[in-house]
Antibody, heavy 120, light 106 residues
Framework: QVQLQESGPGLVKPSETLSLTCTVSGGSIRSYSWSWIRQPAGKGLEWIGRISSSGSTNYNPSLKSRVTMSVDTSKNQFSLKLSSVTAADTAVYYC??????????????WGQGSLVTVSS | SYELTQPPSVSVSPGQTASITCSGDKLGNKYVCWYQHKPGQSPVLVIYEDTKRPSGIPERFSGSNSGNTATLTISGTQAMDEADYYCQAWDSSTAVFGGGTKLTVL
């Protein structure tokens, strides 16, 4: 059973770069896409972007200028960098596996989530 | 940008049927999936490809999608089904989530 685990600093200063890594266990990172999704407290889910195992990316247009994703297949990990953060970027960040079939795409499973707070 | 609209809240009595809608322009032309999200837990996929249930999801969960509206139906709702539910679709290689619906079982 594939499991995902987010890791990274829980506190980031304003204007700095948020960095998170998702480690995939119980299965290979190859042949799937991998996404980052966040949820500010009391708000809904927001998709940040995805990366394939070959490194191709799609980003949410609203965050595209600040987002960079990378993948390390040798470590079964993928990563998120979000630059120039503000308090509005405070959220629980989830990583999730993307699955696809017949033109449909969905997220399953998800990591447990990592709370990142932006504060000085 | 593409938007998906859900009612903020839905209430249902135990054993009754709950319906949660998700509206978007020509949504029936896209595939919709649904996630259940309980406090302190990770979201769980309950419906994908409009109508399919992942392994382990009870049969009381079903989905439909036509026209501008997708619907998640929970038949014989149980107290354990109380959660936030999110619809999700793709538009121009961007994943879009609805605002979420809080399902209360009372």
């Amino acid at each position: 059973q594939v499991q995902l685990q987010e890791s990274g600093p829980g506190l980031v200063k304003p204007s700095e770069t948020l960095s998170l890594t998702c480690t995939v266990s119980g299965g290979s990172i190859r042949s799937y896409s991998w996404s980052w999704i966040r949820q500010p407290a009391g708000k809904g889910l927001e998709w940040i972007g995805r990366i394939s195992s070959s490194g191709s990316t799609n980003y949410n247009p609203s965050l595209k200028s600040r987002v960079t994703m990378s993948v390390d297949t040798s470590k079964n990990q993928f990563s998120l960098k979000l630059s120039s953060v503000t308090a509005a970027d405070t959220a629980v960040y989830y990583c999730a596996r993307g699955q696809a079939a017949g033109g449909a795409n969905w997220f399953d499973p998800w990591g447990q989530g990592s709370l990142v707070t932006v504060s000085s | 940008s593409y938007e998906l609209t859900q009612p903020p809240s839905v209430s249902v009595s135990p054993g009754q049927t709950a319906s949660i809608t998700c509206s978007g322009d020509k949504l029936g032309n896209k595939y919709v999936c649904w996630y259940q999200h309980k406090p302190g837990q990770s979201p769980v996929l309950v419906i994908y490809e409009d109508t399919k249930r992942p392994s382990g999801i009870p049969e009381r969960f079903s989905g439909s999608n036509s026209g501008n509206t997708a619907t998640l139906t929970i038949s014989g709702t149980q107290a354990m089904d109380e959660a936030d539910y999110y619809c999700q679709a793709w538009d121009s290689s961007t994943a879009v989530f609805g605002g979420g619906t809080k399902l209360t079982v009372l």
